[in-house]
C-alpha cells in the first residue's frame, strides 16, 4: 500500500519546546516538500528536498529545520525560535527532482499542531 | 515569493450547476496544476496543465490557462454535492512553488 503518511494527526506543544513532525513515504520519490497552511489561508512552503543529504529553504523556513538522511523521510523540527508555530502542516513528494515546481505532488494527511 | 491570487474566495452554488473559479499568478511557468482539500485533509492532485497548452479536460473538469494575463481558471460541470471542498491552483516554475490562497467551494443538494 503505496502514499505518504504523517504523524502524529494531532500534537500539543508548550511554548519554548522544540517538536518533531514526521514524513514517510514509499513512493520512491525523490523530492519531498514540507508546506503550513495557517485557516483559511492556501499554503506555503517552508523546505524542500531534492535528493538526499541536501535540503533548500523555502518562503518561511525561519524557525524550522529539516534533515534527510534517507529517501523516504524527512522529518521537519519546528524550534522555540518559530513565532507563531500553531498551524496545520503538510507534507508531499513528487516523482521527479529535476525541476522543482513542476511535478505532480502527493500530500499527506497533516498534521495539526496547537502550541499552549 | 507571494501567494497567487484565487477568485472567489468562496462559492456557492445547488448541485447540478456549474462553478468556475479563477487564479492569477506572478512569474512565468512552466506549468499549473489545480488540487483540492477536503477540510483538514491533505490536499489531491486534480489536473496539470502546461505552459504551452491552452485548455485541458478531465472528466467534469476543464482547465484553462491564458498565459498573457498569468491566469487560469477550473471550471467543475454538473456539480455534485461531494465536490464540496477548497480548490487550490499551484503555479510552478523552475525553484519555486506558489499556492493560491484558494477557493472555498460549497455544493447545495
Known amino acids: 500500500d503505496g502514499g505518504i503518511t504523517q504523524s502524529p494527526k494531532y500534537l500539543f506543544r508548550k511554548e519554548g519546546q522544540n517538536v518533531t513532525l514526521s514524513c514517510e513515504q514509499n513512493?520512491?520519490?525523490?523530492?519531498m516538500y514540507w508546506y503550513r497552511q495557517d485557516p483559511g489561508q492556501g499554503l506555503r512552503l517552508i523546505y524542500y528536498?531534492?535528493?538526499?543529504?541536501?535540503?533548500q529553504k523555502g518562503d518561511i523556513a525561519e524557525g524550522y529545520s529539516v534533515s534527510r538522511e534517507k529517501k523516504e523521510s524527512f522529518p521537519l523540527t519546528v524550534t522555540s525560535a518559530q513565532k507563531n508555530p500553531t498551524a496545520f502542516y503538510l507534507c508531499?513528494?513528487?516523482?521527479?527532482?529535476?525541476?522543482?515546481?513542476?511535478?505532480?505532488?502527493?500530500f499527506g494527511p497533516g498534521t495539526r499542531l496547537t502550541v499552549l | 515569493s507571494q501567494q497567487g491570487e484565487e477568485d472567489p474566495q468562496a462559492l456557492s452554488i445547488q448541485e447540478g450547476e456549474n462553478a468556475t473559479m479563477n487564479c492569477s499568478y506572478k512569474?512565468?511557468?512552466?506549468?499549473l496544476q489545480w488540487y483540492r482539500q477536503n477540510s483538514g485533509r491533505g490536499l489531491v492532485h486534480l489536473i496539470l496543465?502546461?505552459?504551452?497548452?491552452r485548455e485541458k479536460h478531465s472528466g467534469r473538469l476543464r482547465v484553462t490557462l491564458d498565459t498573457s494575463k498569468k491566469s487560469s481558471s477550473l471550471l467543475i460541470t454538473a456539480s455534485r454535492a461531494a465536490d464540496t471542498a477548497s480548490y487550490f491552483c499551484?503555479?510552478?516554475?523552475?525553484?519555486?512553488?506558489?499556492f493560491g490562497s484558494g477557493t472555498q467551494l460549497t455544493v447545495l443538494p
Open positions: 508531499a513528494s513528487s516523482e521527479l527532482a529535476g525541476v522543482i515546481g513542476t511535478d505532480t505532488q502527493y
Open positions: 513512493l520512491n520519490h525523490d523530492a
Open positions: 528536498s531534492q535528493i538526499v543529504n541536501d535540503f
Open positions: 512569474t512565468s511557468i512552466n506549468n
Open positions: 496543465i502546461r505552459s504551452n497548452e
Open positions: 499551484l503555479s510552478g516554475s523552475a525553484r519555486q512553488l506558489t
